[in-house]
């Protein structure tokens, strides 16, 4: 009889180590599967090429976005993009989506007021009517284009702000990672 019952517990035994063997076998294959995953899947990190679409909302109006001309390509890491939105993106994947908050000085900086200049009526061209708020283009001397706002309309000068359009502004953006390589 107590040999009957050794067998039986041997047995159990045995069954149990059997189990718990080809549990570990399964765990450990799917862990390597995930990880094996995970190492094939490819994240925003310097020198990525990366494609996204993104949507720009400035003071609750939606000022940009990439439906019409397609998703905003750039490469990680080279400042190809304003600061604050791709330190944001880093260790992001394809597919990911996400709210990205710039503040003004992490995007295109506070408004600088040295630049402001007053410029003669004279030097603008006659047939441009003069308002605040209106943008204009004009051309530095090595062929440039930049964009200047009209802040002032005086009797006989024009106070020009020079600060990027958005300067002083936070930016939010949502981004949907479409494609790294």
Same mark, same amino acid.
């Given at each position: ?22 549990? +570990?076998? $399964?765990?450990? &294959? ?15 990190? &310097? ?10 909302? +400035? ?10 001309? $397609? ?24 597919? #990911?989506?996400?709210? *990205? ?5 992490? &995007?295109? $900086?506070?408004?600088?007021? #040295? ?29 440039? #284009?930049?964009?200047? *706002? ?29 494609? *790294?390589?």
């Amino acid at each position: 009889m107590f040999l009957k019952r050794l067998h039986y517990m041997f047995k159990k035994i045995i069954t149990c180590v059997i189990i718990a063997a080809a549990l +570990v076998i $399964g765990l450990s &294959a799917t862990g390597a599967l995930a990880k094996k995953e995970r190492e094939e899947k490819v994240v925003i990190a &310097a020198g990525k090429t990366v494609r996204f679409d993104y949507v720009l909302t +400035v003071d609750g109006e939606r000022i940009e976005s990439s439906d019409k001309g $397609g998703a905003l390509e750039y490469v990680h890491g080279q400042r190809q993009i304003i600061p604050g939105l791709e330190k944001n993106m880093e260790g992001l994947f394809v597919g #990911d989506t996400k709210k *990205i908050l710039v503040p003004a000085k992490e &995007a295109y $900086g506070e408004v600088n007021p #040295d630049s402001f200049l007053k410029v003669s009526k004279t030097e603008l061209p006659a047939n441009i009517p003069l308002k605040p708020g209106q943008i204009l283009s004009m051309r530095t001397p090595e062929g440039k #284009d930049f964009q200047v *706002i009209i802040d002032e309309v005086l009797e006989s000068e024009v106070v020009m702000n020079f600060n990027h359009p958005l300067a002083g502004k936070d930016l939010d953006f949502e981004v949907t990672i479409v494609e *790294i390589k």
